[in-house]
């Protein structure tokens, strides 16, 4: 007689999109599979429960997909369990045919500038987490800085400069945690500047993300004509791609509007390479220094040697 036959017994870590995905595909194959999925936190769907915005329900909507993986007779969902600590790599070995890890990446790289350790400078993922209710921060976030720096041109980017402008009533009907509305509500930034090293063509914006930055009533947004500049390279990018071409024709709109009045100034500026995060002797931000950049031919950026000193109190 022949050996009974049981399912490949597959170990995923990490409760997040990507490893959800896995289980799905590995029930779509030809193979027969039983997943346990190992997350640390207490619930599942990692960067989409706690890396959107509270103000994009249609991204947070991709839970009800996951969900329906979830529910899968074939998938076991083992919350509260750190790999490291909990259980092993031996430890999953001994009992799992294979094991796929999409723990994703958690924690900001940090930007080689002098200065980026100042009181006052803090990476994007703290404080995304903080306002998407992440348990292990902090329930509370210093937001005491008139005029805010943001660095870089891409969505995480977008939504951190939306919620620093919107005010905490705008964001109350959301699912925003009440420890962050009210934190929110005590927010004192006026003016949030956000830096790209390079030009309108090269931002990674999606364009429905930064269209989205212009419908709050208090922010107004704010793009120099100047920083409106393509090369060959950039024309190109345009050419070949249809949200490129959507996201430069959004900037330079924005760019040739007259300047509105509402409450709180967005600007978007494009060419300016972080240098230095200033501080005080007491080791506080008080200023961002960045080198103005040009297009080189190819879509890509050379310094100028000109510096400029930005007024701001947090980065």
Known sequence: MSAPTRPLRIAIVGAGPAGIYAADALMKSDAEVSIDLYERMPAPFG???YGVAP???????????????LDKEQVRLLGNIDYGTDITLDDLRRFYDAVIFSTGANADRALPIPGIDL???????????????????????????????VLGVGNVALDVA?????TGDELLPTEIPPNVYEGLKQNKAVE???FGRRGPAQAKFTPLELRELDHSPTIEVIVDPEDIDYDEGSEAA???????????NTLEQWAIRDQGNRPH?????FFESPAEVLGDENGKVVGLRTERTQLDGTGNVKGTGVFKDWDVQAV
């Open 47 to 49: 960067l989409i429960r």
């Open 55 to 69: 103000d994009h329900p249609r991204i947070k909507g991709i839970i009800t997909a996951l969900h329906k993986v």
């Open 119 to 149: 009181d006052g400078s803090y990476g994007a993922a703290d404080f995304v987490s903080w306002y998407d209710g992440h348990p292990d921060v902090s329930r509370s976030w210093p937001l005491d800085a008139e005029k805010v720096a």
């Open 162 to 166: 939306r919620v620093l402008a919107k």
């Open 192 to 194: 949030v500047h956000v």
């Open 238 to 248: 345009r050419r070949h791609s249809k949200q490129v071409d959507m996201v430069a």
């Open 265 to 269: 100034k967005l600007f978007l500026h």
